[in-house]
Protein backbone atom coordinates (compact mmCIF):
# COMPACT_ATOMS: atom_id res chain seq x y z
CA UNK A 1 0.00 0.00 0.00
CA UNK A 2 3.35 2.45 0.72
CA UNK A 3 4.31 2.16 -3.08
CA UNK A 4 0.66 3.10 -4.09
CA UNK A 5 0.12 6.12 -2.68
CA UNK A 6 0.35 8.42 -5.77
CA UNK A 7 -2.22 6.43 -7.27
CA UNK A 8 -4.70 7.64 -4.49
CA UNK A 9 -3.43 10.95 -4.57
CA UNK A 10 -4.09 11.04 -8.46
CA UNK A 11 -8.03 9.78 -7.78
CA UNK A 12 -7.86 12.78 -4.83
CA UNK A 13 -6.50 15.42 -7.03
CA UNK A 14 -8.30 14.58 -10.66
CA UNK A 15 -11.79 14.23 -8.38
CA UNK A 16 -10.54 17.34 -7.00
CA UNK A 17 -10.14 18.87 -10.61
CA UNK A 18 -13.56 17.60 -11.69
CA UNK A 19 -15.38 18.65 -8.91
CA UNK A 20 -13.76 21.87 -7.66
CA UNK A 21 -13.24 23.48 -11.65
CA UNK A 22 -16.96 22.90 -12.33
CA UNK A 23 -18.63 24.37 -8.90
CA UNK A 24 -16.06 26.65 -7.19
CA UNK A 25 -16.38 30.21 -7.77
CA UNK A 26 -14.23 31.51 -11.14
CA UNK A 27 -13.76 35.04 -11.70
CA UNK A 28 -15.34 37.34 -13.92
CA UNK A 29 -13.18 38.23 -17.40
CA UNK A 30 -14.25 39.66 -20.44
CA UNK A 31 -14.65 37.48 -23.07
CA UNK A 32 -13.70 34.08 -21.11
CA UNK A 33 -16.71 34.38 -18.40
CA UNK A 34 -17.76 30.93 -17.48
CA UNK A 35 -14.98 29.74 -19.72
CA UNK A 36 -12.19 30.12 -17.90
CA UNK A 37 -12.97 26.85 -15.86
CA UNK A 38 -11.13 24.98 -18.57
CA UNK A 39 -8.34 26.18 -17.39
CA UNK A 40 -8.48 23.59 -15.24
CA UNK A 41 -8.39 20.64 -17.85
CA UNK A 42 -7.22 22.30 -21.17
CA UNK A 43 -4.28 23.70 -19.79
CA UNK A 44 -3.05 21.45 -17.10
CA UNK A 45 -3.47 18.58 -19.01
CA UNK A 46 -1.19 20.34 -21.91
CA UNK A 47 0.88 20.26 -18.66
CA UNK A 48 0.95 17.06 -18.08
CA UNK A 49 1.41 16.33 -21.42
CA UNK A 50 5.05 17.65 -21.61
CA UNK A 51 5.87 16.59 -18.15
CA UNK A 52 5.01 12.82 -19.21
CA UNK A 53 6.94 13.40 -22.93
CA UNK A 54 10.08 14.85 -20.52
CA UNK A 55 10.36 11.44 -18.91
CA UNK A 56 9.65 9.33 -21.80
CA UNK A 57 12.61 11.02 -23.38
CA UNK A 58 14.65 10.73 -20.62
CA UNK A 59 13.87 6.79 -20.54
CA UNK A 60 14.76 6.60 -24.15
CA UNK A 61 18.68 7.81 -23.28
CA UNK A 62 18.23 5.65 -20.13
CA UNK A 63 17.68 2.50 -22.68
CA UNK A 64 20.26 3.63 -25.84
CA UNK A 65 22.84 3.81 -22.82
CA UNK A 66 22.43 0.09 -21.18
CA UNK A 67 20.08 -1.81 -23.65
CA UNK A 68 17.48 -2.90 -20.84
CA UNK A 69 14.06 -3.44 -22.92
CA UNK A 70 12.33 -2.39 -19.50
CA UNK A 71 13.41 0.97 -19.90
CA UNK A 72 11.96 0.96 -23.61
CA UNK A 73 8.67 -0.18 -21.89
CA UNK A 74 8.52 2.67 -20.01
CA UNK A 75 9.46 5.27 -22.50
CA UNK A 76 6.64 4.44 -25.07
CA UNK A 77 4.04 3.97 -22.34
CA UNK A 78 5.06 7.46 -21.32
CA UNK A 79 5.06 8.66 -24.67
CA UNK A 80 1.49 7.26 -25.47
CA UNK A 81 0.10 8.65 -22.30
CA UNK A 82 1.60 12.46 -23.00
CA UNK A 83 -0.13 11.91 -26.61
CA UNK A 84 -3.32 11.24 -25.02
CA UNK A 85 -2.99 14.04 -22.58
CA UNK A 86 -2.03 16.38 -25.68
CA UNK A 87 -5.14 14.98 -27.66
CA UNK A 88 -7.71 15.68 -24.66
CA UNK A 89 -5.86 19.00 -24.52
CA UNK A 90 -6.41 19.38 -28.13
CA UNK A 91 -9.67 18.56 -27.74
CA UNK A 92 -10.69 20.81 -24.87
CA UNK A 93 -8.87 23.68 -26.40
CA UNK A 94 -11.06 23.63 -29.57
CA UNK A 95 -14.76 23.65 -27.29
CA UNK A 96 -12.60 26.30 -24.88
CA UNK A 97 -12.17 28.32 -28.70
CA UNK A 98 -15.25 27.97 -30.20
CA UNK A 99 -17.08 30.02 -27.31
CA UNK A 100 -14.61 32.23 -26.70
CA UNK A 101 -13.02 32.43 -30.57
CA UNK A 102 -16.06 32.03 -32.46
CA UNK A 103 -14.78 28.61 -34.19
CA UNK A 104 -12.85 25.43 -32.82
CA UNK A 105 -9.66 26.00 -35.15
CA UNK A 106 -9.22 29.52 -35.95
CA UNK A 107 -5.72 28.34 -37.69
CA UNK A 108 -3.98 29.96 -34.39
CA UNK A 109 0.11 29.26 -34.54
CA UNK A 110 -0.06 27.54 -31.47
CA UNK A 111 -2.59 25.61 -32.38
CA UNK A 112 -1.23 23.95 -35.36
CA UNK A 113 2.08 23.88 -33.70
CA UNK A 114 0.31 21.66 -30.96
CA UNK A 115 -1.45 19.67 -33.85
CA UNK A 116 1.88 19.32 -35.35
CA UNK A 117 3.58 18.13 -31.92
CA UNK A 118 0.76 15.19 -31.68
CA UNK A 119 1.50 14.16 -35.15
CA UNK A 120 5.06 13.95 -34.71
CA UNK A 121 4.46 11.52 -31.75
CA UNK A 122 2.27 9.52 -33.93
CA UNK A 123 4.63 9.34 -36.40
CA UNK A 124 6.63 7.30 -33.67
CA UNK A 125 4.34 5.28 -32.42
CA UNK A 126 3.31 4.07 -36.06
CA UNK A 127 7.39 3.46 -36.66
CA UNK A 128 7.68 1.39 -33.52
CA UNK A 129 4.58 -0.82 -35.15
CA UNK A 130 6.47 -0.98 -38.07
CA UNK A 131 9.09 -2.80 -36.76
CA UNK A 132 9.14 -6.68 -35.43
CA UNK A 133 12.40 -6.83 -33.93
CA UNK A 134 12.01 -6.01 -30.34
CA UNK A 135 15.16 -4.46 -30.09
CA UNK A 136 15.85 -2.76 -33.63
CA UNK A 137 12.29 -1.26 -32.85
CA UNK A 138 13.52 0.33 -29.21
CA UNK A 139 16.73 1.69 -30.22
CA UNK A 140 15.37 3.35 -33.50
CA UNK A 141 12.52 4.89 -31.78
CA UNK A 142 14.53 5.73 -28.74
CA UNK A 143 16.11 7.87 -31.09
CA UNK A 144 12.95 9.13 -32.72
CA UNK A 145 11.82 9.87 -29.32
CA UNK A 146 14.47 12.22 -28.57
CA UNK A 147 14.42 14.38 -31.66
CA UNK A 148 11.17 14.42 -31.29
CA UNK A 149 11.00 15.77 -27.68
CA UNK A 150 13.51 18.67 -29.28
CA UNK A 151 11.39 19.10 -32.07
CA UNK A 152 8.55 19.67 -29.51
CA UNK A 153 10.06 22.54 -27.27
CA UNK A 154 10.38 25.47 -30.27
CA UNK A 155 6.88 24.35 -31.58
CA UNK A 156 5.00 24.74 -28.43
CA UNK A 157 7.44 27.52 -26.51
CA UNK A 158 9.26 29.16 -29.06
CA UNK A 159 7.44 29.96 -32.21
CA UNK A 160 4.46 30.59 -31.18
CA UNK A 161 5.36 33.64 -29.38
CA UNK A 162 6.82 34.85 -32.19
CA UNK A 163 3.63 35.04 -33.96
CA UNK A 164 2.35 38.60 -33.43
CA UNK A 165 -1.10 37.35 -34.59
CA UNK A 166 -1.20 34.92 -32.15
CA UNK A 167 -4.84 34.59 -29.93
CA UNK A 168 -3.18 32.47 -27.08
CA UNK A 169 -2.40 33.95 -23.43
CA UNK A 170 1.60 34.85 -23.89
CA UNK A 171 1.99 34.77 -27.75
CA UNK A 172 1.54 37.55 -29.73
CA UNK A 173 1.81 40.20 -27.47
CA UNK A 174 -0.83 39.04 -25.37
CA UNK A 175 -0.79 39.15 -21.43
CA UNK A 176 -0.42 35.52 -20.35
CA UNK A 177 -2.44 33.46 -17.45
CA UNK A 178 -0.19 34.51 -14.61
CA UNK A 179 -0.34 38.09 -15.05
CA UNK A 180 -3.97 38.92 -15.21
CA UNK A 181 -6.13 35.74 -15.18
CA UNK A 182 -4.72 33.27 -12.76
CA UNK A 183 -5.64 34.60 -8.96
CA UNK A 184 -5.94 32.89 -6.05
CA UNK A 185 -9.30 31.35 -7.46
CA UNK A 186 -7.94 29.71 -9.76
CA UNK A 187 -4.38 28.81 -8.60
CA UNK A 188 -6.16 26.27 -5.51
CA UNK A 189 -7.53 24.36 -8.47
CA UNK A 190 -4.70 24.98 -10.94
CA UNK A 191 -2.04 23.02 -9.81
CA UNK A 192 -3.74 20.60 -7.68
CA UNK A 193 -4.93 19.55 -11.17
CA UNK A 194 -1.79 19.53 -13.32
CA UNK A 195 0.02 17.03 -10.32
CA UNK A 196 -3.35 15.41 -10.63
CA UNK A 197 -3.90 14.52 -14.61
CA UNK A 198 0.31 14.18 -14.71
CA UNK A 199 -0.20 11.40 -11.96
CA UNK A 200 -2.86 9.78 -13.68
CA UNK A 201 -0.97 9.38 -16.75
CA UNK A 202 1.98 7.84 -15.01
CA UNK A 203 -1.00 5.75 -13.57
CA UNK A 204 -1.88 4.49 -16.87
CA UNK A 205 1.53 4.25 -18.09
CA UNK A 206 2.52 1.52 -15.55
CA UNK A 207 -0.40 -0.28 -15.93
CA UNK A 208 0.71 -0.49 -19.12
CA UNK A 209 4.63 -1.51 -18.77
CA UNK A 210 3.01 -3.85 -16.04
CA UNK A 211 1.30 -5.50 -19.07
CA UNK A 212 3.88 -5.45 -21.37
CA UNK A 213 6.43 -7.38 -18.88
CA UNK A 214 3.34 -9.84 -18.09
CA UNK A 215 3.05 -10.64 -21.91
CA UNK A 216 6.76 -10.73 -22.50
CA UNK A 217 7.33 -13.20 -19.08
CA UNK A 218 4.20 -15.71 -20.76
CA UNK A 219 6.06 -15.83 -23.95
CA UNK A 220 9.20 -16.76 -22.84
Avoid at 13 to 42: C, K, Q, S, W
Avoid at 162 to 168: F, I, K, Q, T
Wanted: aromatic share 12%; with cysteine.
Amino acid sequence: MKKNWWKALALILVTYTLLAGLLMDAPRLNILNETIRNLHFHVTMWFGMVILLTASMVYAIKYLRSGQITLDDKSVELAKAGVLMGALGIITGAVWANYTWGEPWSGDSKQNAAAICLLIYFAYLVLRNSMKDEQQRARVSGVYNIFAYAAMIPLLFILPRLDPNSLHPGNGGNPGFNSYDLDSKLRVVFYPAVIGWTLMGAWLANLRVRTRQIERALED
